[in-house]
């Protein structure tokens, strides 16, 4: 999956108007990548991994988390760029929980992500949510090995990450965005312009836990939340 990061693409952006560019990109219009969803202009064209408001979004991740592991500190695994933007704070304020621990500077290699969950664990974060950025994607296993390591419940964007060992995901539906972008790149080639292509919004999303880790952290998913799960892994 052409899972470009934001930090990555920006930087593309600024090098060139004429070479498309197709993606998933986390909030693109938010962060400045395309204009809007339906018209990007430009020559960036590709997918959203967000569904609705980057506040909305991220605080149905929050109060799922939450049911699971009442934390009131909570950490965010994002890049100092996305730090920046308003939505997980906004999230964190409607739902009473406080951002802990700093952003992570891009580029990030293993000891970056390891600095940066000490610093989780002296800012005495109780969870920490991780962000739909390349660099977390790509290092997820190291991740989730932190996040044992540290005893920290995580909520994960990615289904994959519960089925590798983490806590609980609440994500898109990889599969019908990847479609999406292999079209895309066809009707490039077939001579359609990026800027007429629309960016790709999700529409369903998965949620998933992993109960042995829950089990492993002490923790308890309510019956009633395990009910709405779309994947269990015992």
Request: proline fraction near 8%; include cysteine.
């Amino acid at each position: 999956m052409p899972f470009i990061s934001n930090n990555l693409v920006l930087d593309f952006k600024a090098a060139t108007t004429t070479i498309p560019i197709v993606g998933a990109f986390a909030s693109p219009v938010e962060t400045g990548i395309v204009a809007s969803l339906a018209r990007p202009g430009g020559n960036i064209t590709g997918a959203s991994v967000n569904v609705g408001s980057f506040p909305e979004q991220w605080g149905k991740r929050i109060q799922l988390l939450r049911q699971v592991v009442p934390a009131a500190r909570l950490a965010f695994l994002q890049s100092r760029r996305m730090r920046e933007q308003v939505g997980p704070k906004e999230a964190s304020n409607w739902l009473g929980v406080t951002l802990v621990g700093p952003p992570f500077d891009h580029p990030i290699d293993e000891d970056g992500y390891r600095r940066v969950f000490v610093a989780f664990a002296e800012d005495r974060a109780e969870a920490v949510a991780v962000a739909e950025e390349n660099e977390n994607l790509s290092n997820y296993k190291l991740i989730i090995e932190l996040a044992e390591k540290y005893r920290l419940p995580a909520m994960y964007p990615f289904k994959m990450c519960v089925e590798a060992g983490g806590l609980m995901s609440y994500g898109y539906d990889v599969p019908a965005q990847g479609r999406y972008i292999a079209n895309a790149v066809v009707q490039i080639l077939k001579g359609t312009k990026p800027s007429d292509i629309p960016i790709f919004q999700p529409t369903k999303f998965e949620l998933a836990f992993n109960l042995k880790t829950a089990k492993a952290l002490g923790l308890t998913v309510p019956p009633e939340l395990l009910a709405t799960a779309d994947e269990v892994i015992e």
